[in-house]
């Protein structure tokens, strides 16, 4: 896919979108700067809501989405939607540990399936979860909302575990981008990059603005100034 380790990508999540448009609405973020499609999959089952499908993720696919498509699974079982977006043409698809009884078996399936891996972590779910599975993630996702809606508030907290998760892949060495999702905006996205993540999921603040690119461009240009300043020298 052509990233480089830790470099700031910003995933416009289409569930803020106009899902009349979305194919359009793909381009017009992906034209402007967007680095991936962030899908978020509901069931009214792991949570209390319905979105989409593999079906979609398949169209968009076929109507030309230029970027790799990041599938959220906010499912129970996971297995079967596992298989079935990945013959969808997922690149990353990331699930969630109280959705299977075998989550290691299940993120080799992801990566055996040539997809890369993630997990998910909820708001009040420890990062201590992720440690023994750490060597099976290409991504750690931590929750900032919980899940099953967007346009919520992000929870203060979330910040410290980003910084928890950020030592514990540093001290692996591991090449395992760290997102969050939930919440993030303009006026907050340096904080949680200061705290060490690297990948981001927006929603409503790109697609409820008029101006895609100019949000994606301050949203990046605001979490690469944290990075530099929290670098080490």
């Known amino acids: 896919m052509g990233f480089r380790f830790g470099e700031v990508l910003i995933a416009p999540s289409v569930l803020s979108a106009d899902f009349a448009r979305l194919g359009q609405e793909c381009d017009s973020v992906i034209e402007v700067g967007a680095d991936l499609i962030h899908l978020d999959v509901m069931d009214n089952h792991y949570v209390p809501n319905i ?3 593999p079906m979609v993720c398949q169209a968009l696919g076929d109507y030309g989405v230029s970027v790799p498509i990041d599938v959220h699974l906010m499912v129970e079982p996971v297995d079967s939607l596992i298989e079935q977006f990945a013959k969808a043409g997922a690149s990353f698809i990331s699930i969630h540990p109280e ?11 992801i990566r055996d399936l040539g997809c890369k891996a993630g997990l998910v972590l909820n708001p009040a779910t420890p990062v201590e979860v992720a440690r023994q599975v750490l060597g099976r993630l290409d991504m750690l996702l931590l929750m900032s909302v919980n899940p099953g809606f967007g346009g919520q508030a992000f929870i203060p907290y979330v910040l410290d575990k980003v910084a928890v998760a950020r030592q514990m892949i540093d001290e692996a060495g591991l090449a395992v ?3 969050v999702d939930g919440g993030v905006k303009v006026s907050n996205i340096a904080d949680v ?5 690297d990948t981001f999921v927006v929603g409503s603040e790109i697609f409820g603005a008029r101006d895609y690119g100019a949000v994606i461009s301050q949203l990046r240009v605001a979490a690469e100034a944290a990075k530099a300043d929290n670098s080490p020298l």
Not at 193 to 197: D, I, M, Q, T
């Open 193 to 197: 990059a200061a705290a060490g993540a």
């Open 99 to 109: 959705a299977t009884r075998h989550l290691d078996r299940s993120l080799a399936l």
């Open 51 to 53: 979105t989409v499908g």
């Open 177 to 179: 981008r760290l997102e």
